[in-house]
């Protein structure tokens, strides 16, 4: 059960933040099953491409907005790669 923290800790929270949509709901628990799906790996490594179908997220533009408003309103720490031979890392926060 505590595996699934993050996903009801960000549920908790984002009830007072008025910031949050329904795209950024669905990319974050996306994260949070991608995570479970790779052994609870700390870091995340993933690459956008391999997230987008999951969260049905179909444009890189609202891909990539959205993962940058979940770091910057802090609910997981984004670092990109930059490199397409190189999976960016996720860190969930919670």
């Given at each position: 059960m505590?595996?699934?923290?993050?996903?009801?800790?960000?549920?908790?929270?984002?009830?007072?933040?008025?910031?949050?949509?329904?795209?950024?709901i669905?990319?974050?628990?996306?994260?949070?099953?991608?995570?479970q799906?790779?052994?609870f790996?700390?870091?995340?490594?993933?690459?956008?491409?391999?997230?987008?179908?999951?969260?049905?997220?179909?444009?890189?533009?609202?891909?990539?907005?959205c993962?940058?408003?979940?770091?910057d309103?802090?609910?997981?720490?984004?670092?990109?790669?930059?490199?397409?031979?190189?999976?960016?890392?996720?860190?969930?926060?919670?």
């Amino acid at each position: 059960m505590e595996r699934c923290r993050p996903l009801t800790a960000f549920f908790q929270k984002i009830k007072t933040d008025p910031r949050i949509c329904s795209t950024h709901i669905g990319l974050f628990a996306t994260l949070v099953e991608y995570w479970q799906a790779n052994d609870f790996a700390e870091p995340l490594r993933a690459y956008a491409h391999e997230i987008m179908p999951l969260a049905k997220i179909l444009a890189n533009t609202t891909y990539h907005r959205c993962i940058r408003d979940l770091h910057d309103f802090g609910y997981i720490n984004y670092e990109p790669s930059y490199k397409r031979n190189e999976r960016s890392k996720i860190y969930l926060k919670l």
